[in-house]
């Protein structure tokens, strides 16, 4: 019989490795099940012209954390106060992506920005739901959906790659809001705080893409954006789009 090498055993690392194999296993027995989504969509219309309106905070600075609703879908969040700047700096993330990979004609965030500065200005500003005060602005654009989300949490990490006293949790959603209807014709969130395989052993694929690292809270929102985006309708000339019509063919 070989022998062990006693190292193995040092740190809990013969621990590690059977918890890692373990996850491999049960990851890989359902790497071809249908996992449950995180979105929906309520549209087979192709959407072209988007008005990207991009993140808002949903918790001004100064309140306490609390559970708060989504204002467009009701969705619950366990939310804290996020700095304006985030928002910012995922918006530009946002559109930045959505340019390259799906296929939209679009109006930008700043393109958008005087129309609702007008709109929150005026005095029908008193009356109209934010779903009213989207429809408005899309249509000034003649667009067929606004994009639009809200942050709800945003905590950086408290240590190191490899060690955290607090690891990173956000959480996010995007609507594709139509502006004829005002409807909700795509939505998806993510909600996530990092764990650590042993607490976690079903998130096999944040192990793998964190490479057994504590992320911090920027790199943990881009797999998530990642994800949604990969979930999102594509436009008319998305070359993604163009390659799933030749797949599936005449």
């Known amino acids: 019989m070989p022998k062990i090498d006693d190292r193995v055993f040092k740190k809990g690392g013969l621990f590690l490795w059977l918890l890692v194999l373990a996850g ?8 071809f099940q249908k996992t449950p989504a995180s979105y929906e969509m309520h549209t ?8 990207v309106d991009g993140f808002h ?8 954390p609390d559970i ?42 700043d ?16 009356v109209m739901s934010p779903i ?31 060690a955290v006293n607090r690891p990173a ?5 995007l609507h594709l809001i139509s502006p004829a209807e005002g409807t909700m014709l795509w939505k998806t969130k993510f909600d996530k705080t990092q764990r650590s395989l042993s607490e976690n052993v ?18 943990l929102a881009m797999i998530g954006l990642q994800k949604m985006l990969a979930e999102m309708p594509v436009g008319k000339d998305s070359k993604i789009r163009r390659e799933q019509i030749e797949m599936e063919g005449p």
């Not at 491999?24 to 790497?31: D, F, V």
């Open 169 to 173: 949790s956000v959480a996010f959603d």
């Open 44 to 51: 087979a219309t192709p959407i072209n012209k988007v008005v």
């Open 24 to 31: 491999l296993l049960m990851y890989g027995g359902c790497y």
């Open 111 to 126: 393109q958008a920005k005087g129309v609702f500065s007008n709109i929150i200005n005026s005095d029908k500003n008193v």
């Open 202 to 219: 079903f998130d096999m694929s944040t192990f793998i893409k964190s490479k057994g690292r504590w992320l911090t809270v920027e790199k």
């Open 68 to 109: 708060i609703r989504d204002p467009l879908s009701g969705t619950a969040f366990m939310a804290e106060p996020v700095p304006q700047n985030v928002a910012n700096r995922m918006t530009d993330i946002l559109f930045n992506r959505v340019a390259a990979e799906k296929g939209y004609e679009l109006v930008s965030p």
């Open 57 to 64: 905070t949903a918790m001004s600075q100064g309140m306490q």
């Open 132 to 162: 009213e005060i989207l429809q408005e602005v899309g249509n000034t654009f003649k667009a067929d959906a606004v994009l639009t989300g809200y942050i709800y949490r945003w905590r950086e990490r408290e240590g190191t790659d490899y």
